[in-house]
């Protein structure tokens, strides 16, 4: 909740200062536009024509946050665009940042599937980097190392996808039923679904954001989301930033990521800089 309101009125704080700013360039992305208002217009569809059990004001008023979430992310993706710099050593809090965050993430291991599913995108990124820089002898090693790496844990792993699959299909099932979305879940144990798998039935997290904005925001919204990613990555030149983007979307394949301010108020950044890097006519 306390990084939420730090999130939010942290953007505000940052709009309110940038009217001070003179922007070194506009954004204009239709996607992320029509994102937006299709989160803004859930608030009303589904709190007053789909399901009359959900007229109510805890309803409304926690879908109105859903929203204001998705507002200030890309608020925030516009003010970094539009007031940052493409030179990547004026960021130092962002990569320490992301340093902590990484490092806290390997080190709980206790915190359950984290350490296996950033691990898995930790040796996509290496080899990607790896094969683009022509370092074939250490892509090989290091894609062997991933590979043994994974059949000694297979076990845990397998125990993660079990319960992965199942909650994915469940999702998918529910996608089915209501094409246009949800809205945001008004419940504790919203983006979670009920999984019965062997001897783990419990509440589980959906565990793939694109899934999870679909079942909440509807079809629409996740194709203007693959859209704008679409454009982003059509013709990018691979680096570092790009590599490190890429890191992020497999996270958010296998875990629920961007729903937790704490990881996107990270990550936001990483895409507006790459987006920032490819189209400003100027010279990286």
């Known amino acids: 909740m306390k990084q939420g309101l730090y999130f939010v009125f942290g953007t505000f704080t940052l709009f309110g200062v940038s009217l001070f700013c003179t922007c070194n360039r506009q954004l204009k992305n239709k996607w992320l536009g029509l994102l937006v208002l299709i989160s803004l217009s859930s608030i009303f569809f589904h709190n007053f024509y789909l399901t009359p059990t959900t007229i109510n004001f805890m309803n409304f008023s926690l879908m109105c946050e859903g929203f204001i979430y998705v507002l200030c992310g890309i608020l925030l993706y516009k ?11 004026f960021y130092p809090g962002l990569w320490i940042a992301l340093g902590v965050w990484l490092i806290r993430k390997l080190h709980f291991v206790n915190f359950g599937s ?15 980097y790896l094969f683009q820089k022509e370092k074939i002898f250490l892509f090989f090693i290091a894609g062997f ?129 790459m987006e920032m890097r490819k189209y400003d006519p100027e010279q990286n």
Not at 79 to 89: F, N, Q, S
Request: aromatic share 14%; net charge positive; glycine share 4%.
């Open 114 to 128: 984290s350490i296996w599913s950033i691990l898995g995108a930790l040796a996509i990124g290496t080899l990607i």
């Open 145 to 273: 190392s991933a590979l043994m790496a994974t059949v000694n844990n297979w076990y845990h792993i397998n125990l993660k996808w079990i319960v992965r699959k199942e909650a994915w299909w469940k999702t998918i099932e529910a996608i089915r039923e209501n094409p246009l979305g949800t809205g945001f879940q008004p419940m504790i144990n919203a983006n979670t679904v009920y999984v019965e798998a062997g001897a783990h039935n419990k509440y589980a997290f959906v565990n793939n954001d694109f899934l999870s904005i679909t079942h909440d925001l509807g079809i629409f919204a996740i194709f203007c989301l693959m859209m704008y990613l679409m454009r982003l990555f059509r013709n990018v030149k691979i680096d570092k930033l790009v590599i490190a983007c890429i890191m992020v979307l497999v996270l958010s394949c296998v875990k629920t990521t961007w729903y937790f301010t704490r990881n996107a108020i990270l990550f936001i950044p990483l895409f507006s800089l």
């Open 79 to 89: 003010l970094i665009y539009e007031y940052g710099t493409k030179d990547l050593r």
